[in-house]
């Protein structure tokens, strides 16, 4: 028999319309997620209207409303780009080591200020930036530090990267208010993990784990 099910002319494989359309959906979404971070940056304490934004990414202001939301979801949106952009530069790293996790989640806040400032300052949930994908590749470099006999077994890994994740959060407050800059941010974030690490070391490794807090005269 020739022919065979689903090769009619006219025909196409089902699922085939669907996914274009969610691609085309996807293409459009990080279109205005980055029509936000251009008028931003272009003036970041100027008001970053719905129209505005439509305008930039080419779009109608509905196809906003459609595929972002009312404002608040708009900074929501900034922070899943973020987390995702953390993820990529994480799967080519030793995502493995904690610091490693700690210092590419600064440098990412740092590589482009004036978006994360303002993403911070103007989302009221912006801790939770933190709360997401960087706490959850923390966690589990914490658990792969344990698993090499680096920390305690009997260590609460939950509450070890809760304590470094509440002070990098303060650490990003003070960077986004301009009280400290960006290398003193990542020396704040690195010197929480350090303690924290250094707390939970295994005997046979206290000396290792205490060594960065003996280079800053702190042990």
Partial sequence: ??????MMPGNTMPGNDGG????RKAHRRSRIVEAVRELLREGPESGVSVERIAERAEVAPATVYNLIGPRERIWEALAAGFMEELERRLAGLEAGDPHVVVRTTVRLFVADPVVSRRMVRAWEQSGLVLDRSPLARLRAAMEEARARGLLRADVDIDALT??????????????????????????????????????AAADPCREELLAPLRRRGMA
């Fill in 1 to 6: 028999m020739s022919g065979g099910v689903g």
């Fill in 20 to 23: 274009l359309r969610e691609r």
């Fill in 162 to 199: 809760a304590v470094v994740g509440a002070a990098c959060v303060g650490a990003l407050h003070q960077w986004v208010a301009a009280l400290i800059d960006d290398d003193r941010f990542l020396a704040r974030a690195l010197f929480a993990l350090d303690v924290a690490l250094a707390a």
